[in-house]
């Protein structure tokens, strides 16, 4: 058996798509492009593929480093790997930049052939829907007719379970972590919340600012601060910050002003201006706005057990006690309905401290069931 | 028994102070005013007073309408008045708007007499321990010796709970309706999110916008939007929003734009619009920081019981289930402190749909509870 360790420096490769995308909004998009990345080794019988869906700000480097920089880990490391609970020994694992998103594939920041300048504001609303399609195209590139699994956390969840719908033959299992059928108004008011500070900050330009040379930061700042709040738990936040002061003892007399007084006041602002530097404006409203329409059941008038029946994967549902952004109530839902259908259903609630993120993080019981699961899948297919 | 009503129209009054407040921080006011309502008689022993503290964003206008506006109804108009709970037939009861504040008081729009101009940024941090200190001489002025109650919910029974520990000879009752002892690493990071986004609005100019003749609304809303989420609960949001479209049908097709989809987005959109036409930033920046600061075991080491052992007062204290903005967890840590110092204290947890909110809306069991409670102090002060 091999130790547990990195899939070590890999290189993204870029997929060029000729044939225009028809979007659910009506819309289309010519052409695009999809940067990949993939770890591990297609089997003979082309059996062994797992497709990994990013949420919100992550990308197709889910595993190990890059050429360019060794401090930059892919966002799933810790379970994808040689060893790790999706074995690459035994998977061949692909990782894609969804369309819109700002990690290389085509989005609001590329170059819109039709006009020569970036699409900005006139970038297509895309849905969960349509990165679905796209990804199968994908799929259909590499020549993988069938996922051994399609798996994704949160809004990459949500992709995993509308793989389950939109294309039920064309994967075997289905994994969706910390994950919700649709969003509740509070998640949707949260999105609000962080749209409305990027489009009102004057450095916007609606959605236009690449022309003026400028990005958005300060909307986009305190976007991703609104975000990390519901991330993260509120029992985490207490034991990570309490109400410890920065740079002194807690004891030590306040201040008295507006800065900087408190440590989780320092960690959020270091989050936020981390994120302004590298993510882009108009990629967070059209993510935000992919999660907010995304509702399977609304084509079926509201009823998930008619949604969820076209579906013919295992499921796997994971969700984790403090997680307050997708609750375990929400992952239930979707189990409900599954076993309404009859499908073949796992689901595991991780007692685990961490919140929403605990689906990025290395809780032993959640590496546990992961392993154990894709165990399960790898006799599956012989890989 | 007079038929339960409003006190009708009231004039608020101007209380000037011209010595010297000195602050917590070390600064101090040289002079200020404070704007104040009262509603009903001062009994001739001056023992059945009441005195009102408000949260966030309100201010003095408790209870009834200005003359110039009947439907400028105060905050708690339902809790306040004759025949309701605090009954203005037997109390005297006194809003008072505090220090810092931008309805009338002192405060960072006024003009600051040694330059001329607004105070703006140079206006101190002001704590709840300063409040109290001001609302003290307020009550000196008044003729109030000791308070039958000292009342408020959130922020406001914050103030009462600080008055039962640094004037506890000058209270009879100490009341404070889902309050905390001190903010939660989560409720200072949303103060924080809140702040950031007035601080980085352009139109801020380091809070000294009144100078350049603008407000910084983009900022104004994003901080109220923010607040508002957390006022709610995300029951209370499902079941007056869920996913309903703006003006459709719930199964009408989407729009795919950035524009209003939802109704909740509406919503927060017109709460966060209706909040910057009417509040100051700088208030805001300094009212959220004297959340953050407050914190009266801090003097103690941690210790609360030891931090609430001067006080004397008898204590209700009320929380609601769906709060989580100050969940009845926090009241609870008040109440065992309460309790092993051998206070008399009555606690209520009251299951009310309304989150934070609840504590200024009219469920019936929260309306009784309050009803007997002040019958009681009306007993006891012969009122």
């Known amino acids: 058996m091999l130790k547990s360790g990195s899939v070590g ?43 990994v869906c990013h949420a919100l700000n992550a990308s197709h480097h889910v595993a190990g480093i890059t050429a360019d920089d060794p401090t930059n880990i ?9 060893g790790k609970p999706v074995d690459t020994n035994r998977f061949f694992v692909v990782g894609v930049n969804n369309l819109g998103s700002c990690f290389g594939s085509t989005g609001p920041m590329s170059i819109n052939p039709a006009t020569g ?92 600012y690449y022309a003026h040379g400028i990005v958005p930061k300060r909307g986009l700042r305190v976007a991703r601060m609104i975000g990390h709040i519901t991330y993260l738990s509120g029992a985490d936040m207490a034991e990570k910050f309490g109400r410890a002061l920065r740079d002194r003892e807690v004891g030590d007399e306040y201040r008295f002003h507006y800065d900087i007084e408190f440590e989780v006041e320092s960690y959020l602002r270091y989050q936020g201006d981390k994120f302004a530097e590298y993510f882009d404006a108009n990629t967070y409203l059209l993510i935000t706005r992919a999660l907010d329409y995304f509702d399977p059941a609304r084509v079926t008038g509201g009823d998930l057990v008619a949604a969820m029946r076209p579906a013919s ?18 992952s239930r839902e979707i189990v409900e309905a599954l076993i309404a259908t009859g499908r073949d259903v796992s689901y595991a609630e991780i007692d685990a401290p961490h919140g929403h993120d605990a689906f990025l993080l290395d809780d032993p019981r959640y590496q546990r069931l992961m392993r154990n699961y894709f165990e399960t899948i790898a006799e599956e297919v012989r890989a």
């Open 74 to 82: 892919g966002w799933w490391d810790n379970m994808v790997g040689p």
């Open 313 to 330: 994967a295992k499921f796997l549902l994971a969700a984790f006690t403090t997680d307050w952004r997708f609750p375990p109530e929400r």
């Open 117 to 208: 300048k970036p699409y900005g504001a006139s970038f297509p609303v895309v849905t969960v829907e349509d990165w679905v399609n796209a990804q199968a195209r994908l799929a259909d590139v590499l020549g993988v007719e069938r996922w051994a699994a399609v798996m994704g956390g949160s809004l990459g969840g949500m992709q995993a379970l509308s793989w389950a719908i939109q294309y039920p033959e064309r994967l075997a299992h289905c994994v969706a972590i910390a994950s919700a059928p649709k969003l509740s108004a509070q998640n949707i008011a949260f999105n609000e919340v962080a749209r409305t500070a990027i489009r009102s900050d004057p450095d916007f330009h609606g959605g236009d």
């Open 9 to 51: 420096v890999v290189t993204p490769q870029s997929f060029r798509f000729d044939a225009p995308l028809a979007l659910a909004s009506g819309a289309s998009v010519d052409g695009y492009e999809l940067t990949v990345e993939t770890y591990g080794q297609l089997n003979a019988d082309r059996s062994n593929a797992v497709l």
